[in-house]
């Protein structure tokens, strides 16, 4: 058995989440193989082949691989997919963008969210906003598999001597050309990958409320800003901040819930962090079960006497 990781990146350098799949890959037996496929990527194939317990780094190079569409990035992984029993993707928006569209060119079923390898063909997946989890087994050749990066340790970026061998690049897609995209500039650690993270909720009442409260404690402490669902919609904070099931999955060493009531699908994307704090003034507010200390307090009261004590 040999599995395939696809690498996530930007032709510079790897995203966070490839580590975290990397571990997962090397739980379901045999050698572990990585599939940089980019556009000038030698960098990343470089990296890739640093990664502890890889045994090879494939690197494919196109200009139909430089931005990472769905359509063209399907087609060179299915291209090396006969020699492998496992394809792994990291469950991010890239990934579960691509697998999908793997799994269906392989004819099997999609393995999602996977948070921990049981053996080679059962896995664990959270279901129900993560109230409940499920044991998948597989009978698939070829098991295709998205992995929740909060679910498993990231592999070392060193200590590893893979071999890189080049791969032909796929054509690229007549159905389909890069336009253009438009990258949100943030001198703040990425959500997924910060160690701390201060995430607000509608309590705070406004944009200019949300900005001028949490913000000072975020650079204090030099934390990432995350927002409940019910902010984003109300226009307190961009999309891309939203934690939960319909936004994104953290797990830092500490998570600061500041006015955030705690419904199920918020608890959803940041219950595994390691220590919770929540700030509501409401102390029959969910986000208390969950967290690891609790202030019952009115947050414009409780954040800037946290701010001066700091």
Not at 37 to 56: E, H, P, Y
Not at 138 to 159: E, H, L, M, P
Not at 179 to 195: M, Y
Request: charged share 15%.
């Amino acid at each position: 058995m040999t599995a395939l990781v696809i690498a996530e990146h930007d032709n510079a350098t790897l995203k966070g989440a490839t580590f975290n799949t990397v571990t997962a890959a090397l739980q379901c037996g045999g050698d572990v193989h990585v599939l940089v496929a980019g556009s000038n990527a030698a960098a990343v194939a470089t990296a890739a082949a640093q990664i502890a317990g890889v045994a090879k780094v494939l690197h494919a190079d196109g200009a139909a691989l430089a931005h990472g569409l769905a359509e063209n990035m399907s087609a060179q992984v299915l291209a090396l997919a006969a020699n492998y029993s496992h394809i792994l993707f990291a469950a991010t928006a890239s990934g579960k963008n691509i697998a999908p569209r793997v799994a269906a060119l392989l004819d099997v079923g999609q393995i999602s969210d996977v948070t921990k390898v049981d053996s080679p063909d059962t896995f664990e997946r959270p279901i129900y906003a993560g109230n409940a989890i499920a044991m998948v087994q597989s009978s698939d050749a070829i098991k295709v598999i998205t992995v929740r990066g909060t679910g498993f340790d990231a592999a070392s970026a060193t200590g590893g001597s893979a071999a890189i061998e080049s791969v032909a690049a796929v054509a690229t897609s007549d159905k389909i050309a890069f336009v253009g995209s438009e990258i949100a500039k943030n001198d703040r650690p990425e959500l997924t990958a910060a160690k701390i993270i201060i995430s607000g909720g509608r309590a705070l009442g406004s944009q200019e409320k949300f900005m001028s409260v949490l913000m000072p404690l975020a650079d204090k402490l030099g934390a990432a800003v995350g927002a409940s669902r019910a902010a984003v919609d109300a226009g307190y904070a961009p999309n891309d901040w939203q934690v939960g099931q319909t936004g994104k999955i953290v797990a830092p060493q500490l998570y600061i819930a500041v006015g955030i009531s705690g419904a199920i699908q918020h608890l959803a994307g940041m219950k595994d962090s390691k220590v919770i704090v929540a700030i509501n003034k409401d102390p029959e507010a969910p986000i208390f079960s969950v967290a690891d200390y609790g202030l019952v307090a009115d947050l414009f009261v409780a954040i800037p006497e946290l701010l001066a004590a700091l």
